[in-house]
């Protein structure tokens, strides 16, 4: 079974902090994806990376960045972190180019204040 | 840019049928899914539908697709207490095979009374 873990269940940090979420796959898939859900709106896309050291914009990037150093992690961060920004953050992984389905993490729920 | 929407509440009492309706804009779709969030967990994909199919069936879930109206359901027959979850409707658009990227619509809470 595809196993997609991030690092934390629960996150509680202050306006101002630099934050860093990581999310890790074990099956050796090549795209990697970070969503903020928030209720109402559903899942939307921050970034994405379909190999390693390849990231894309996604739909709501601004105020967030990513790294990819090796193909298992991705790391979401948040340089300056602000009250808006307290969400549930999903990751997920998909095999590669043609593959139809994403694999999702637990997710992470991070409280700004 | 591609939208998809959805109801956000449907409530429906068990061993009813429920039927989760999603509507999206973008007439190049190639793939669409339903996902299923459980509380506290990530999503689950229940099941996906190729554009070009108009129906799909696996056990309790029927998948039917109208690509004229842009309409897509997701039937659950027998309806059991471990339904109860948000389920998501997820749009592929044209040309993001190499990417995967999806367009998710805003997840309809579905509430299953014993």
């Known amino acids: 079974d595809v196993k997609v873990t991030q690092s934390s269940r629960y996150l509680v940090k202050r306006t101002g902090e630099k934050v860093f979420l990581e999310c890790v796959q074990d099956m050796d898939h090549e795209n990697m994806f970070w969503y903020r859900q928030d209720p109402g709106l559903g899942l939307r896309l921050i970034y994405f990376?379909?190999?390693?050291?390849?990231?894309e914009k996604g739909d709501i990037p601004e105020g967030y960045s990513v790294s990819r150093e090796k193909k298992e992690r991705f790391s979401l961060i948040l340089e300056s972190a602000s009250t808006n920004q307290t969400s549930m953050y999903l990751c997920?992984?998909?095999?590669?180019?043609?593959?139809?389905?994403?694999?999702f993490g637990p997710g992470t729920r991070l409280t700004v204040l | 840019g591609e939208d998809v929407e959805q109801s956000l509440f449907l409530s429906v009492r068990e061993g009813d049928s429920s039927v989760i309706n999603c509507t999206y804009t973008d007439s190049s779709s190639t793939y669409l899914y339903w996902y299923k969030q459980e509380p506290g967990a990530g999503l689950q994909l229940l099941t996906y539908i190729f554009s070009n199919m108009d129906m799909k069936q696996d056990q309790r879930l029927t998948v039917l697709l109208n690509k004229k109206d842009k309409h897509l359901s997701l039937r659950i027959a027998d309806t059991q207490t471990g339904d109860s979850a948000i389920y998501f409707c997820?749009?592929?658009?044209?040309?993001?095979?190499?990417?995967?990227?999806?367009?998710f619509g805003q997840g309809t809470t579905l509430q299953v009374k014993p």
């Open positions: 990376s379909y190999d390693v050291k390849m990231k």
């Open positions: 997820a749009d592929r658009p044209h040309g993001s095979s190499n990417t995967g990227k999806l367009i």
């Open positions: 997920a992984s998909r095999q590669g180019q043609g593959a139809r389905e994403q694999f």
